[in-house]
């Protein structure tokens, strides 16, 4: 299984970028999936996560009301729309599945595949 993580890139603040994960080598209709980042100088920290049926998304504090994600079933992807981007939102972008999560998980230790990362940065 490979993750392919894209669609970052340069945006002034307020605006907004959609990053789409694809996976490739098996469906992932059964998958826990999420979204990290990890800003320069910093940990990786947990952005957003959608349970394996679907069904349930969970954010960080600072994404909340900001970040969405979801499946596309059709393009076999999971998207992160990002709406009123900050300078604080810039990193690179990693997506992560696992098909063991039931439910889901904020540590990267549960996801046993990674995307490459997409850079996202923010400009004032």
């Known amino acids: 299984v490979q993750l392919q993580a894209s669609g970052g890139g340069l945006v002034q603040a307020g605006g907004s970028l959609r990053l789409s994960c694809a996976a490739s080598?098996?469906?992932?209709?059964?998958?826990?999936w999420a979204w990290f980042r990890q800003a320069p100088g910093k940990e990786r920290e947990f952005v957003a996560a959608?349970?394996?049926?679907?069904?349930?998304?969970y954010y960080a504090n600072f994404a909340e009301g900001r970040f969405s994600i979801a499946r596309d079933n059709a393009k076999n992807t999971v998207d992160l729309q990002m709406n009123s981007l900050k300078p604080e939102d810039t990193a690179v972008y990693y997506c992560?599945?696992?098909?063991?999560?039931?439910?889901?998980?904020?540590?990267?230790?549960?996801?046993?595949?990674w995307g490459q990362g997409t850079e996202v940065t923010v400009s004032s």
């Open positions: 959608l349970t394996r049926n679907g069904d349930s998304s």
């Open positions: 992560a599945a696992t098909p063991s999560l039931t439910y889901y998980s904020s540590s990267g230790s549960y996801y046993d595949y």
């Open positions: 080598g098996r469906t992932f209709g059964r998958w826990a």
